[in-house]
């Protein structure tokens, strides 16, 4: 692939995303059914902006 | 039309295109072996979705080959960035803002089936008073890999970022110590231990510095990574960034202005006779305020629709002022962090890569309030050498002149010994007059200061 001839990605760099996606994974799964429940008992917020910074 | 034309000394490291100038214009051309990422990327509406968002720089494309290249595809005409700037010349929330940038853009492309191939701040530059991407070329089709960009990502905006936020300090020097990026174990070293306590920090640094050293010599083939283990990737590095802050600190240059405007009606005199001079000068539409603080004078010039380069050495300052030109959505002002007795030098490959700072500042007007004194005495810059400075980037300058007797001076010069024996307003005339004639001359009413509006001979 010829990106790797300019951006040396460092083998661990692809690896450690795949542990972290893992962990993410488990983190952002307990974490959507946190938001989800306390969704159930809260009166809707008024979404927070979320356009880009710039 | 010849096939002459200077590639850009920036643009070497991506086989995908290159930026390079003929006659006077900028043009970025799309090699072949690029044509198919580059078609989807417009097929799939990825680019009209980004520009329409303010989040990418447009362009003309014209289908001709102005390089006479065989690996010519399409020529891209971007619209023309006013004055580029640099990481290093960034203060905090500035960097962190390039930072959520790239997020969104990565997180925008992978929508399109696409992803973001580099991470660098390089590709982000201020136009009409926001931060925007640049790079045309750095998207690509998902193919369900890792990011390339993560480690460029973690070296080039969360490492400083990280530092900054747990050392409560603003440290853009850091990027011009590393231009490429602070080496991860640089990064880890850098950082309190209690920083492996924060979850997303211990994941995306101390654990990739870790899983990094430790797969030098090995060779991993490239794993499966679907879109939402990418998106996962993406949302942890937004929920890192958007938590890092400095505290707002008081330098001796922060309220400047209101300590100022109490010395008997000092700045309003100023801000009159300035005003009066900038309705004479005709056809100013760029310029640069040496010493800006917190920028009430580029405010002024802003609102003659002057594009204004804002540099000032406090970081605070300069934060404080992009956060003002962000809330008020001012699109004349370009707020930096520049040090004028060591101004930003040109580095990278053959040192053209990145251009010095007064390579790249050609403006019609300078503006250099209660500054000269900082540099003839508290640098120790003869008065010769601060004219041939300024003479260097515009045809006009408003300079202001602080006597000796003044109390500013005097404090300085309270704790040494005044070896400043020819520093006198006849002194000033003759140093600046081997460059400049005095078009205007006027003393500020209620001080000893005296206003200069100089032109270039």
Same mark, same amino acid.
């Given at each position: ?54 | ?48 979705? @980004? ?185 942890? @590095? ?5 938590? @890092? ?92 962090? @520049? ?119």
């Amino acid at each position: 692939m010829h990106h790797f001839l300019y951006i040396d990605p460092g083998s661990g760099s692809y690896l450690v995303q795949v542990i972290v996606a893992g962990a993410l994974g488990v983190v952002f799964f307990f974490r959507n059914i946190k938001n989800y429940i306390k969704a159930f008992f809260t009166r809707p917020n008024k979404k927070s902006d979320d356009n880009p910074p710039a | 039309m010849s096939n002459f034309f200077t590639h850009h000394p920036s643009s070497y490291r991506d086989p995908s295109g290159f930026v390079f100038e003929k006659e006077g214009t900028l043009y970025r051309q799309v090699n072949i072996s690029f044509k198919e990422n580059f078609d989807f990327f417009i097929e799939s509406g990825c680019y009209r979705q @980004l520009a329409e968002k303010g989040l990418l720089i447009r362009h003309e494309q014209i289908n001709k080959n102005l390089t006479g290249e065989d690996n010519y595809y399409t020529t891209l005409k971007p619209e023309k960035i006013s004055f580029v700037s640099y990481p290093y010349e960034w203060s905090f929330d500035m960097l962190k803002d390039a930072a959520l940038l790239t997020l969104c853009l990565a997180r925008e492309a992978l929508d399109h089936g696409m992803i973001l191939k580099d991470a660098t701040p390089y590709n982000i530059q201020w136009h009409w008073g926001k931060l925007i991407f640049i790079d045309t070329l750095s998207f690509e089709k998902f193919n369900e890999e890792p990011w390339i960009a993560y480690r460029q990502f973690c070296e080039n905006f969360l490492g400083p970022l990280l530092i900054m936020h747990y050392s409560k300090m603003s440290l853009p020097q850091l990027q011009l110590a590393w231009p490429d990026g602070i080496p991860l174990p640089v990064i880890k070293s850098l950082l309190p231990k209690r920083s492996r306590f924060s979850f997303h920090t211990y994941l995306h640094i101390h654990l990739h510095t870790k899983v990094s050293a430790s797969q030098k010599n090995n060779t991993v083939a490239p794993k499966q990574f679907p879109k939402q283990k990418m998106l996962n990737l993406i949302s942890s @590095l937004e929920i890192l960034v958007k938590n @890092l802050k400095i505290p707002v600190q008081q330098t001796a240059w922060s309220e400047y202005y209101e300590e100022a405007s109490k010395r008997n009606d000092y700045l309003e005199q100023k801000k009159k006779i300035i005003h009066e001079w900038l309705n004479e000068i005709q056809d100013l539409k760029t310029a640069a305020d040496l010493g800006a603080n917190e920028g009430e004078f580029s405010q002024l010039l802003s609102s003659k629709n002057i594009q204004t380069v804002a540099a000032d050495f406090d970081p605070y300052c300069i934060n404080k002022l992009y956060l003002i030109i962000k809330k008020r959505r001012e699109k004349n002002i370009q707020p930096i962090v @520049l040090d004028l007795s060591t101004p930003s030098p040109a580095i990278g490959v053959n040192n053209e890569e990145r251009n010095s700072f007064l390579n790249r500042t050609h403006v019609d007007l300078a503006l250099a309030l209660a500054l000269v004194h900082h540099l003839a005495i508290g640098k120790n810059i003869p008065l010769e050498m601060v004219a041939s400075f300024f003479q260097q980037m515009s045809k006009y300058l408003i300079i202001e002149f602080v006597p000796k007797e003044d109390e500013k001076i005097q404090l300085m010069l309270s704790g040494r010994k005044d070896i400043y024996v020819e520093y006198d307003e006849k002194y000033f005339e003759q140093a600046f007059g081997k460059y400049y004639t005095v078009r205007s001359k006027q003393s500020i009413e209620g001080s000893l200061r005296i206003l200069y509006l100089l032109v270039k001979i």
